[in-house]
């Protein structure tokens, strides 16, 4: 079992769609969670940041974390081309592990 | 503020030869990590610098080193290139180590090894 797991994609979403990206993680004692976009040919570059249960909003952006169920998600509302990229779910228990991502495309 | 800086950007070694890597931390980041990114295996971590010290490290084989110095830059080697050693190395700091201190990644160094 991958430490680390979503779903590879592609994601394809019409432009103005709820764009919604999962991620599960086996470290029950994990206790931070990121979300990072790459756009092709560039750097991960931080999203979200999440550290306790809940939802927690940012502009477009929202991340859920359920520690119980172990998993991760990721909104994006409104989603726009330039939201076309792949999405990286990274999870902290000693260290940070990234998920292989989820490619997101998104159609105008 | 600038950003992570890595160099070189782009590095063409030949099987058996060694590399050294550079990373420049954002100014006031402590802790550096390195990954290797390549399409089949994604983002992997290969170590974790604070303060001067290996805090953490990755599955890899010896053949893959790091150093960190008293200014928080950060050196990655890897001697006796393999043709699996060609990846794009990511270095990226944070203001401490810790789960509450996110990473800012740099541009990275593609490496191609033949």
């Known amino acids: 079992q991958k430490e680390v797991e979503q779903n590879s994609g592609p994601l394809s979403v019409p432009e103005g769609a709820i764009a919604s990206l999962n991620c599960t993680y086996s470290d029950r004692g994990s206790q931070s969670f990121f979300w990072y976009r790459q756009y092709s040919g560039k750097s991960p570059e931080l999203i979200m940041s999440i550290y306790s249960n809940g939802d927690k909003e940012d502009g477009r952006f929202t991340a859920q974390l359920n520690k119980a169920s172990q998993y991760v998600s990721l909104l994006i509302r409104d989603s726009q081309p330039s939201d076309s990229a792949t999405y990286l779910c990274a999870v902290y228990g000693n260290k940070l592990v990234f998920g292989a991502g989820t490619i997101l495309r998104v159609k105008s | 503020k600038a950003g992570v800086t890595q160099t070189p950007r782009y590095l063409i070694k030949t099987r058996g030869q060694q590399v050294t890597l550079s990373c420049s931390p954002i100014s006031g980041h402590r802790s550096v990590s390195w990954y290797q990114q390549t399409p089949g295996q994604g983002l992997q971590f290969l170590f974790e610098y604070f303060s001067e010290t290996q805090r953490n490290k990755g599955n890899f084989p010896g053949r893959f080193s790091g150093r960190q110095f008293s200014n928080s830059r950060s050196e990655m080697n890897v001697s006796t290139l393999e043709l699996g050693d060609s990846a794009l190395y990511l270095c990226?700091?944070?203001?401490?180590?810790?789960?509450?201190?996110?990473?800012?990644f740099g541009n990275g160094t593609r490496l191609t090894v033949t």
């Open positions: 990226a700091s944070s203001l401490e180590q810790g789960y509450d201190s996110p990473l800012h």
